[in-house]
């Protein structure tokens, strides 16, 4: 089955400042790489997504890249703010078919400084 | 207007004891999924299900069912609760691939 590594577990970074968080993924196959934010208490919420036949989307400050070839995907947060500050977890995805779930990194805790 | 909605919010129940948690999407997917998320934040999925077949991750016990009375609903039938079932449950839907949203979640403490 898919296994996706996600780092850094924590992130801290200067308001203002760019975050990167980083994701790699095993299975070839995968073909849809979202990710999601999640504040304290809710649920997750995506954020952005791309697929296998896209190498980089943006919208306003969030953005991400993916490699096929290394089989590894990014997030980048520029101007980074205070309400950034959440878990944010990347996740892979195959479409099959079938009913076919996500299979999540670990989560990166992503504290913006004031 | 909430798209996907789980109850109850929290729950809290003794061991051994039989609980469900209810699901309901209002978006017209076709695919619903439970995710749990245990005390580290890690998230993995438990079931998904649309009208043709239910996915059942093999290291989830069979004391956890799921049961869909129409597409728009994916309940969850906990029986003989453990201790090590406390965690919060997610459910989630997508059409196809497309539009996963998530639940606000149900925390789940067993005593």
């Known amino acids: 089955g898919e296994n996706v590594e996600q780092h850094p577990s924590t992130l801290s970074v200067q308001e203002g400042d760019s975050a990167v968080i980083k994701c790699t993924y095993s299975d070839s196959a995968s073909n849809y790489f979202p990710w999601y934010k999640q504040e304290l208490g809710k649920g997750p919420q995506l954020i952005i997504d791309i697929r296998s036949n896209v190498g980089e989307k943006k919208d306003q400050r969030i953005a991400v890249t993916l490699n096929k070839t290394a089989k590894h995907f990014s997030l980048h947060i520029t101007e980074t703010q205070p309400e950034d500050s959440a878990v944010y977890f990347c996740?892979?995805?195959?479409?099959?078919?079938?009913?076919?779930?996500?299979?999540f990194g670990k989560g990166t805790h992503l504290i913006i400084q004031p | 207007d909430t798209a996907v909605s789980q109850t109850p919010k929290y729950l809290v129940t003794q061991m051994g004891n039989d609980k469900s948690i209810k699901c309901e999407q209002n978006?017209?997917?076709?695919?619903m999924y439970w995710y749990k998320q245990d005390s580290k934040k890690f998230l993995k999925i438990m079931f998904s299900?649309?009208?043709?077949?239910?996915?059942i991750n093999e290291t989830v016990p069979n004391r956890f069912s799921p049961k869909s009375p129409d597409k728009a609903h994916l309940n969850l039938h906990i029986n003989s609760l453990e201790l090590g079932d406390s965690a919060v449950y997610f459910c989630?839907?997508?059409?196809?691939?497309?539009?996963?949203?998530f639940g606000s979640g149900t925390r789940l403490t067993v005593v």
């Open positions: 996740a892979a995805s195959y479409a099959g078919g079938g009913a076919d779930g996500l299979t």
């Open positions: 299900y649309n009208n043709k077949e239910l996915i």
């Open positions: 989630a839907s997508s059409q196809g691939q497309h539009g996963y949203t």
């Open positions: 978006l017209g997917h076709d695919t």
